[in-house]
């Protein structure tokens, strides 16, 4: 038996895929840990919830952080995913020379409609290993936010689920009250 070894591709080179117009913004694909994989489509209560909860966030962090909607940050040399919403530090060019870091990123916040499973597997070990301090994961099946904490080389030693009647603080605000209720439509 062959075996064939899997060709990784990096951040560079997935900017220039881009740039020759071999990936287009209609493709939705994110590049993971050196693959280059579809997004999950957006349905109704996904769109939703995503815009309740950048809307409720932007308002509460104004002033303090920058809030990106499904804009790209740089993990590594091969990961650049796309989440739906991340809490970033302030920089006075709005990032025009870079993607957010790790070390630039306070929150990240995906909206999982269809996509819990692998929001679960897949990105929660990838924010973990990047070294992510806090991801939060809101279901909008079940309105229940999926919070991860203590981000290590193996993933997040603590996930805690929470109702929407919870009230928590953001590791990076925590004199901040995020009502969870706010964040779901």
């Known amino acids: 038996m062959t075996f064939t070894k899997v060709r990784l591709w990096t951040v560079e ?43 409720y966030l932007k308002q509460l962090f104004a002033g303090k952080a920058l809030v990106r909607i499904q804009d790209p940050i740089q993990l590594s040399q091969y990961s650049e995913p796309e989440p739906d919403i991340a809490v970033v530090v302030p920089d006075v060019r709005k990032y025009v020379d870079h993607h957010p870091s790790p070390a630039e990123v306070l929150l990240i916040v995906e909206v999982a409609d269809t996509s819990l499973q692998d929001d679960r597997t897949v990105k929660a070990p990838l924010y973990a290993k990047a070294g992510i301090v806090e991801y939060w994961i809101l279901n909008v099946n079940t309105r229940q ?15 805690t689920v929470l109702d929407e009647t919870t009230t928590l603080a953001a590791i ?8 969870f209720n706010q964040l779901f439509p």
């Not at 936010?145 to 996930?159: K, L, S, T």
């Not at 990076?172 to 009502?179: E, G, H, L």
């Open 145 to 159: 936010v999926h919070v991860f904490r203590e981000p290590g080389e193996d993933g997040y030693a603590q996930e």
């Open 172 to 179: 990076a605000f925590p004199d901040i009250a995020i009502a």
């Open 13 to 55: 080179e997935y900017h220039r895929m881009i740039e020759a117009g071999i990936l287009k913004p209609s493709d939705r694909v994110e590049l993971i840990e050196g693959n280059i994989l579809a997004m999950a489509a957006k349905n109704p209560p996904h769109a939703a919830t995503n815009l309740c909860a950048a809307d």
